[in-house]
């Protein structure tokens, strides 16, 4: 499984910004997802994660400006992030699992793939 991410970019503080991933090869074997980011001189951190059946777990600082959701297409993941903030500046990262489960994944040792990041610089 491939995965890539989009959407990453420069943006006022208050503004949005969506991200997406596509992932490719054996998505048949994804069940959950997530997002995370690593800011500079910080360790990587879950922003959302979303299980096979659209349950969703958010952190606590982008709880109720963030959505996770899948596309259509169950190869797409999406990130709406709104409200940014200077400290959502960071590198965003999709990851996805292949592990036999209905609920959301937050630990990230249980997600099997990883994409390369987009990202996110939020300005003051």
């Known amino acids: 499984v491939q995965l890539v991410e989009s959407g990453g970019g420069l943006v006022q503080a208050g503004g949005s910004l969506r991200l997406s991933c596509a992932a490719s090869?054996?998505?048949?074997?994804?069940?959950?997802m997530g997002w995370y980011r690593r800011a500079p001189g910080k360790e990587r951190e879950l922003v959302a994660a979303i299980s096979s059946g659209g349950s969703t777990y958010y952190a606590d600082s982008m709880e109720g400006r963030f959505t996770i959701s899948r596309g259509n297409a169950k190869n797409t993941l999406i990130l709406q992030m709104n409200s940014l903030k200077p400290e959502d500046t960071a590198m965003y990262y999709c990851?996805?699992?292949?592990?036999?489960?209905?609920?959301?994944?937050?630990?990230?040792?249980?997600?099997?793939?990883w994409g390369q990041g987009t990202q996110v610089t939020v300005s003051s």
């Open positions: 090869g054996s998505i048949f074997s994804i069940t959950a």
């Open positions: 990851a996805a699992s292949r592990r036999h489960t209905i609920v959301v994944v937050t630990n990230q040792n249980e997600y099997d793939y």
